[in-house]
T-cell receptor, first 111, second 121 residues
């Protein structure tokens, strides 16, 4: 399967703490993207990191990419209750015309 | 930013009926649209890719005669679930892309619709 794997599957933290989610994939990629999905809602694009980039920041989000290990991490700093959602990584794979989504991490931030 | 809408957002139907879901790009021309399905607590799975004016490309295991996709214009793609059964109950999400979007957002950038929840009784 070309689908990525994410861990942990579920994460529960206190408001103000940092949350880290990891994504591993199997093939060469052009870029890797992170999405958020609130329960029963559509996807929201968070950040895209290209294969030649190693780290990227956007507000409270920090994404790293290690192409040698075929892995990425998403760090949410100073979490808020509103960050409660499922987070998916998606890879734009070389030679493919679509995104391959990871299995997702369900994040719960407790107020 | 690029906006993609879906209609309806919710649909409940009886087993055996057909349901049509629309996906529209509101402020850009979508040369490519993607249809995904998501079962509860699972990830998105790509069903098919459609390019304007040509037949959709279906992923392995997706029945093309059951999930009819039409991408007749640069702003509209439709997914018709024919003879729907309870096991087709799911969350269907479309996304759209174009050369302009790729140029601005990077290769692989897609904009997603809000999704359509289908419940087949």
């Amino acid at each position: 399967s070309q689908q990525g794997e994410e861990d942990p599957q579920a994460l529960s933290i206190q408001e103000g703490e940092n949350a880290t989610m990891n994504c591993s994939y199997k093939t060469s990629i052009n870029n890797l993207q992170w999405y958020r999905q609130n329960s029963g809602r559509g996807l929201v694009h968070l950040i895209l990191i290209r294969s030649n980039e190693r780290e990227k920041h956007s507000g409270r989000l920090r994404v790293t990419l290690d192409t040698s290990k075929k892995s990425s991490s998403l760090l949410i700093t100073a979490s808020r209750a509103a960050d409660t959602a499922s987070y998916f990584c998606a890879t734009d794979q070389t030679g493919a015309n679509n995104l391959f989504f990871g299995t997702g991490t369900r994040l719960t931030v407790i107020p | 930013g690029a906006v993609v809408s879906q209609h309806p957002s919710w649909v409940i139907c009886k087993s055996g009926t057909s349901v049509k879901i629309e996906c529209r790009s509101l402020d850009f021309q979508a040369t490519t649209m993607f249809w995904y399905r998501q079962f509860p607590k699972q990830s998105l799975m790509l069903m098919a890719t459609s390019n304007e004016g040509s037949k959709a490309t279906y992923e392995q295991g997706v029945e093309k005669d059951k999930f009819l996709i039409n991408h007749a214009s640069l702003t509209l793609s439709t997914l018709t679930v024919t003879s729907a059964h309870p096991e087709d109950s799911s969350f269907y999400i479309c996304s759209a892309s174009s050369p302009e979007i790729t140029l601005v957002g990077g290769y692989g950038t897609q904009y997603f619709g809000p999704g359509t929840r289908l419940l087949v009784l």
